[in-house]
């Protein structure tokens, strides 16, 4: 006998509906799974067979041929143990086969029957053709999320095979929570005492989505804030809070209870991480890696000057594109990846070196520390900012200073400001409508006419500083011209940083 | 010559052994005995470290050189090799003279002029440069040649300065003439060939090693009628320059710091052992007797020297601007001449924004009053 079900696999963030045929025919009793599934997928008869025994129910003698559509599609996991044991008990007359065509189902299967969760639930909900779909119980508000009134949470094989046969009312429908998920923003600034440049260039990063590099000697304060930046973001919206939902959900991050991830999400990789890991790809499911998992956040990459070289450099491309193409030999996929970069870096290795005099590191070290950085990487970052370590008077005796709510109020105003221009934040206008919208003032344009002929600045470098002076002018609440003194500060903010200067000349 | 490029060539040869290969008899005789083999001095007038291993290796690498060559390869190069005979050679009264002396550029800055060495760390300050810098130009203004090792730091900021007072920069390195170390120093490198003088006592080809920079030292004392060190570390190339020119006689001066300036205890330290102290060019010239006194008090006492025509006045264009909050202007022009200090610091000193600050600091560097380096704002540096 022969019985069809729905389900999906998940490569990158995306869904690709799968139909799991079974066969079940006298002959040899046998078992064969094919369809290019992988090791992880192939151990799945062990666990189904043992899930089906354990609920009660009889595990055909006979030959079971099972193949999973399309053959082309590499399936990977444990995701289609449950839609396996369906098929089974479909086709050999246990369930109804006509009862089980209408139904999607996604899960790993426990030996005593159980449906354990599994990874991309969103995008596997998404991705199935079928009127209703059974999902793992847990996680089921994540699926809700993209099939409203169509998914039904199980906890246990037993629970559907029930429901299927008319002895149980199925599984109730799974509702995506009303409460919003609890806010994130747990690190306050008004934590960080003193840093008043620090601050400032966090909120010019928040308000305009400009990349930030703070350099400073241990102890500075610089994880701090950067921790503290992502509470000044503004919650994402539907579309962004959906897709970046999907990539934590194929990453197998955890989702909010109320399964959509509604703030910006902030990820900070340690510099040991792999390029696999930071840029995705992998294994056959091409697993989002942390620069997707950042999506519509904050990347927060601390000692900047430790990660391998070619990861960095690969940075590169997303940072331009806000998306990273990720090829392997069968296959290509694109995935999300528009962050905010905020690195961290000390001056040198020994960290001493913003203070004159007391590095201790060789020159050569300074050298290759400050190499480790491209050009082109460095180009990326508008802000680039030494944090200094406070004072221990601003430590002890310190006002308390502004918090997180009140500075992403202002932040929230500047987005509103560019929203009105058309862009996400300042940092996406286009070359072409910065004449509009960010006219000079006579003594700014002189100032800019000047720093570029001293071959200072770049045309890249002139773009860059007339966005982030759009920004700091829509702080200040400036709607006319950029002024000389905004010029003035964000070419200060966009300074060579000393390790890349080193020591010489 | 000959023998003596010959000698250049062999391994390891550095000050001691080429004062003990040549205790006994001339060049050529040198070489002539050791390509027999035999011992060219008193093997118990040895160098320590001397081993007959050493006599035996060179021995092979003086059999394998054709001095027609070296000498063709050499003068190829362009340059000029000063033997001990020529009327120019510089090192006459030098107790420990090189074999040979290759010069690239100008040759007469080697005349009887006054000259000083102004040496340092490589690790300086902004402040140190700035001081190393200034110090250098005004020098080269007064007439004076400046002598330096060509290394990262104080040196470069030093050799900049003479260049910028008008030439007179000698720079004296430890590795052959083609041999650009630190590869950074490539530009300054050419510079000073093309307006000054570059000189070592190294063939061409001669990689770094870190023994040849000492031995490099010796002959920067020699060269200087004094040497002034501006800063350095507790220890330190610099603080054997000192020594070196201490031990030739020739006085030593040294600019003070900060007691809390880690680049300055070698300085610091020189001075409790009675070098001179000197704070710019202007004590220089007086404690050397070439000056009867300190030039014209200035108005306004600086720490660091004299505000003179080459630094940049306010220009034009910060007249353009009236913008610049005046009054955190004044404030950062009186902390900045205290030493460095951050912009937030003066965030705080002046109750403004850091947007204040640093749109005031920037339109200020601009002027070439101050520079910004990272979140620093330093006194105009050279």
Same mark, same amino acid.
């Not at chain 1, 989505?209 to 994880?223: C, D, Q, R, S």
């Given at each position: 006998m022969l019985a069809t079900v729905s389900t999906a696999v998940v490569q990158g963030v995306d869904g690709h509906p799968v139909t799991v045929e079974v066969h079940v025919s006298n002959g040899l009793p046998g078992y064969t799974l094919v369809g290019l599934p992988d090791a992880s997928c192939r151990e799945s008869r062990d666990r189904v067979r043992a899930a089906v025994l354990t609920t009660g129910l009889k595990w055909p003698d006979r030959r079971v041929t099972i193949n999973l559509a399309p053959t082309g599609l590499r399936k990977q996991g444990a995701a289609l143990d449950l839609p396996i044991a369906l098929g089974v008990l479909a086709a050999s007359g246990q369930i109804e086969a006509a009862a089980v065509r209408s139904y999607g189902a996604v899960g790993e299967l426990g030996l005593d029957g159980a449906i354990r969760p599994v990874a991309g639930l969103v995008s596997l909900a998404d991705a199935m053709e079928a009127d209703e779909i =059974?999902?793992?119980?847990? *996680?089921?508000?994540? #699926?809700?999320?993209?099939?409203?009134? &169509?998914?039904?949470?199980?906890?246990?094989?037993?629970?559907?095979?029930?429901?299927?046969?008319?002895?149980?009312?199925?599984?109730?429908?799974?509702?995506?929570?009303?409460?919003?998920?609890?806010?994130?923003?747990?690190?306050?600034?008004?934590?960080?005492? *003193?840093?008043?440049?620090?601050?400032? #260039?966090?909120?010019?990063?928040?308000?305009?989505?400009?990349?930030? @590099?703070?350099?400073?000697?241990? *102890?500075?304060?610089?994880?701090?804030?950067?921790?503290?930046?992502?509470?000044?973001?503004?919650?994402?919206?539907?579309?962004?809070? @959906?897709?970046?939902?999907?990539?934590?959900?194929?990453?197998?991050? #955890?989702?909010?209870?109320?399964?959509?991830?509604?703030?910006?999400?902030?990820? #900070?990789?340690? &510099?040991?991480?792999?390029?696999?890991?930071?840029?995705?790809?992998?294994?056959?499911?091409?697993?989002?890696?942390?620069?997707?998992?950042?999506?519509? *956040?904050?990347? =927060?990459l601390d000692e900047l000057g430790e990660f391998s070289v070619p990861i960095l450099d690969a940075l590169r491309q997303p940072l331009e594109e806000?998306?990273?193409?990720?090829?392997?030999?069968?296959?290509?996929?694109?995935?999300?990846?528009?962050?905010?970069?905020?690195?961290?870096?000390?001056?040198?290795?020994? $960290?001493?070196?913003?203070?004159?005099?007391?590095?201790?590191?060789?020159?050569?070290?300074?050298?290759?520390?400050?190499?480790?950085?491209?050009?082109?990487?460095?180009?990326? =970052?508008?802000?680039?900012?030494?944090? &200094?370590?406070?004072?221990?008077?601003?430590?002890?005796?310190?006002?308390?200073?502004?918090?997180?709510?009140?500075?992403?109020?202002?932040?929230?105003?500047?987005?509103?400001?560019?929203?009105?221009?058309?862009?996400?934040?300042?940092?996406?206008?286009?070359?072409?409508?910065?004449?509009?919208?960010?006219?000079?003032?006579?003594?700014?344009?002189?100032?800019?006419?000047?720093?570029?002929?001293?071959?200072?600045?770049? $045309?890249?470098?002139?773009?860059?500083?007339?966005?982030?002076?759009?920004?700091?002018?829509?702080?200040?609440?400036?709607?006319?011209?950029?002024?000389?003194?905004?010029?003035?500060?964000?070419?200060?903010?966009?300074?060579?940083?000393?390790?890349?200067?080193?020591?010489?000349? | 010559m000959q023998a003596r490029l010959a000698l250049v060539h062999l391994s390891g040869m550095g000050p001691a052994r080429v004062r003990w290969l040549l205790s006994r008899h001339d060049p050529i005789e040198v070489v002539a005995r050791l390509r027999a083999g035999e011992h060219p001095a008193p093997i118990q007038d040895a160098p320590p470290g001397i081993r007959p291993t050493d006599l035996t290796e060179w021995r092979v690498e003086i059999a394998r050189l054709d001095p027609q060559r070296l000498l063709q390869d050499q003068l190829d190069q362009g340059w000029t090799i000063l033997h001990p005979d020529d009327a120019r050679w510089p090192f006459a009264a030098e107790p420990e003279p090189p074999l040979l002396m290759f010069c690239a550029g100008d040759l007469d800055l080697l005349r009887a002029k006054p000259s000083v060495a102004i040496v340092g760390t490589r690790r300086c300050t902004s402040v140190g440069r700035s001081v190393a810098h200034r110090m250098a130009l005004e020098l080269a203004e007064a007439g004076v040649t400046v002598v330096s090792g060509l290394a990262l730091g104080i040196d470069a900021a030093a050799h900049k300065g003479a260049l910028d007072g008008g030439g007179a920069a000698v720079g004296v390195v430890g590795t052959g003439l083609d041999v650009v170390y630190p590869r950074r120093n490539q530009a300054l490198w050419d510079?000073?060939?093309?307006?000054?003088?570059?000189?070592?006592?190294?063939?061409?080809?001669?990689?770094?090693?870190?023994?040849?920079?000492?031995?490099?030292?010796? /002959?920067?004392?020699?060269?200087?009628?004094?040497?002034?060190?501006?800063?350095?570390?507790?220890?330190?190339?610099? /603080?054997?320059? +000192?020594?070196?020119? +201490?031990?030739?006689?020739?006085?030593? /001066?040294?600019?003070?710091?900060?007691?809390?300036?880690?680049?300055?205890?070698?300085?610091?330290? /020189?001075?409790?052992?009675g070098a001179i102290p000197t704070r710019d060019a202007d004590d220089v010239l007086v404690s050397l007797g070439w000056s009867a006194a300190r030039s014209e008090p200035e108005s306004e006492p600086s720490a660091v020297g004299s505000t003179r025509a080459h630094a940049p006045l306010v220009s034009k264009d910060a007249c353009e601007a009236p913008t610049v909050d005046g009054a955190v202007a004044d404030v950062v022009r009186h902390e900045v001449r205290a030493g460095a200090i951050s912009i937030d610091a003066l965030s705080v000193l002046t109750a403004t924004s850091p947007m204040v600050v640093l749109a005031a600091v920037q339109a200020m560097a601009d002027a070439g009053e101050v520079t910004l380096s990272g979140s620093m704002v330093v006194w105009r540096s050279g």
């Open positions: =059974f999902v793992p119980r847990s *996680g089921a508000e994540q #699926a809700a999320v993209v099939r409203p009134g &169509q998914v039904r949470g199980a906890e246990t094989l037993g629970e559907i095979v029930a429901a299927l046969i008319g002895s149980e009312p199925l599984p109730p429908i799974v509702e995506p929570l009303a409460t919003p998920s609890t806010d994130a923003r747990v690190a306050d600034l008004s934590d960080v005492r *003193g840093q008043p440049l620090a601050r400032w #260039a966090l909120e010019i990063s928040a308000a305009g989505g400009h990349h930030l @590099l703070m350099i400073g000697p241990p *102890g500075a304060g610089k994880t701090m804030l950067a921790s503290r930046l992502v509470g000044l973001l503004p919650d994402l919206d539907a579309a962004q809070a @959906l897709l970046t939902t999907r990539v934590h959900s194929a990453a197998g991050l #955890a989702v909010p209870p109320g399964g959509l991830v509604e703030r910006p999400p902030f990820r #900070a990789p340690h &510099q040991g991480s792999s390029a696999v890991a930071m840029l995705g790809g992998g294994s056959a499911a091409m697993r989002p890696g942390e620069i997707s998992c950042a999506h519509n *956040g904050v990347l =927060f806000g998306v990273i193409r990720v090829s392997r030999a069968a296959r290509a996929v694109t995935l999300p990846a528009r962050f905010l970069l905020v690195a961290a870096m000390n001056p040198c290795p020994c $960290g001493e070196g913003a203070q004159d005099g007391h590095c201790r590191c060789s020159d050569a070290a300074r050298a290759r520390y400050s190499r480790r950085l491209s050009g082109p990487l460095l180009d990326r =970052f508008d802000l680039r900012v030494e944090v &200094q370590p406070p004072t221990a008077s601003v430590l002890l005796d310190g006002a308390g200073e502004e918090s997180t709510a009140a500075v992403a109020d202002r932040v929230a105003e500047a987005r509103s400001r560019a929203a009105a221009r058309g862009v996400r934040c300042n940092a996406d206008l286009p070359a072409h409508c910065l004449d509009d919208v960010a006219p000079l003032a006579p003594a700014a344009r002189s100032l800019l006419r000047k720093v570029l002929e001293a071959g200072e600045l770049t $045309g890249r470098g002139l773009r860059r500083i007339r966005t982030v002076a759009r920004t700091i002018a829509d702080l200040n609440g400036e709607d006319d011209e950029v002024s000389v003194d905004t010029i003035h500060a964000a070419l200060a903010l966009r300074t060579q940083p000393r390790t890349v200067l080193g020591v010489a000349s | 510079e000073v060939i093309g307006s000054g003088l570059l000189i070592s006592e190294y063939p061409a080809g001669m990689g770094p090693a870190r023994w040849r920079f000492p031995a490099r030292n010796r /002959l920067i004392a020699s060269l200087a009628d004094a040497t002034v060190i501006v800063e350095s570390h507790g220890r330190g190339g610099a /603080l054997l320059t +000192a020594d070196e020119s +201490a031990e030739r006689d020739k006085p030593v /001066l040294a600019v003070p710091g900060s007691v809390l300036n880690p680049a300055a205890d070698g300085t610091n330290g /020189l001075i409790v052992d």
